[in-house]
């Protein structure tokens, strides 16, 4: 390799490495433009996500993220944020002891929760975001707590069948409702928004179907169907792990055929 080719990459690996230590706590924190502070921010935002999940007036006009300087640092916003920056400093933490991958978005926010970074109002979409998230993952770990995790469906339910068997031929679920879930990636136009529809099986093993929120015609019949006490598919199926524990499998719902009863 040419020694300038070298050199290029050796510098642009030293700036990589730098830019790293500055997002995970190489740098002293620092004021935002406006004079707000890091957790000000995250309060107000807790404080939007609360007007939209508990509206304050009758007939209130329900508005998701509110402009910031509509939002105010009540109690009940700093409670929420206080449980908010533990959780994602608790969990980030744990996954850098387990020296697991940091995406770009979970270095941003590892960073901003330890008040390293500055936000400008353009990355507001962080703090509008984070209370959902939470609340979002705060489902999910209770449903990983009342069910067992899927390990166990390879010798009790196949008979220890391959994974290519598992996931080519359908397999009988018969299922209760657990929890209906949104989550709502995208700030704009809606086509972020999936709805989780989690169920636990015939073996107390949870699992999932994701629908694109903004498919109406396929979220109301979703709805409808959920709504049932019990329900029996038979779905191709694919085994990972949650997110939020990911030493905890569930099964991921592919291709749903109803079976009449």
């Avoid at 004021?31 to 957790?39: E, K, L, T, Y």
Wanted: proline share 5%.
């Amino acid at each position: 390799m040419p020694w300038a080719k070298k050199q290029q990459i050796h510098w642009a690996k030293k700036q990589q490495i730098q830019t790293l230590g500055q997002l995970l706590g190489d740098t002293p924190a620092r004021a935002q433009p406006d004079g707000r502070s890091n957790w000000e921010l995250l309060v107000l935002g807790c404080d939007s996500y609360l007007h939209w999940v508990t509206p304050r007036l009758p007939n209130q006009i329900r508005i998701r993220y509110r402009d910031i300087s509509q939002c105010e640092p009540t109690a009940e916003a700093q409670e929420l944020a206080g449980r908010v920056r533990q959780y994602y400093l608790d969990f980030l933490a744990l996954r850098r002891l387990k020296s697991l991958p940091f995406s770009d978005f979970r270095q941003k926010l590892y960073a901003f929760l330890m008040d390293q970074v500055q936000i400008t109002p353009d990355e507001y979409g962080l703090i509008y975001k984070l209370p959902y998230f939470y609340e979002y993952d705060q489902r999910l770990l209770e449903i990983a707590s009342t069910t067992e995790s899927a390990d166990s469906m390879f010798v009790s339910d196949l008979k220890q069948q391959t994974w290519t068997y598992l996931l080519q031929r359908p397999y009988r679920l018969v299922l209760e409702p657990m929890a209906r879930l949104e989550r709502n990636v995208s700030m704009s136009d809606g086509h972020g928004e999936r709805i989780c529809y989690w169920w636990r099986n015939q073996h107390n093993h949870a699992v999932t179907l994701q629908v694109p929120g903004h498919n109406r015609n396929w979220v109301s019949l979703m709805d409808s169907l959920f709504q049932l006490p019990t329900q029996t598919y038979d779905a191709t199926i694919k085994l990972g792990t949650m997110q939020v524990q990911d030493t905890h499998r569930v099964m991921y719902m592919n291709n749903p055929r109803l079976v009449a009863s």
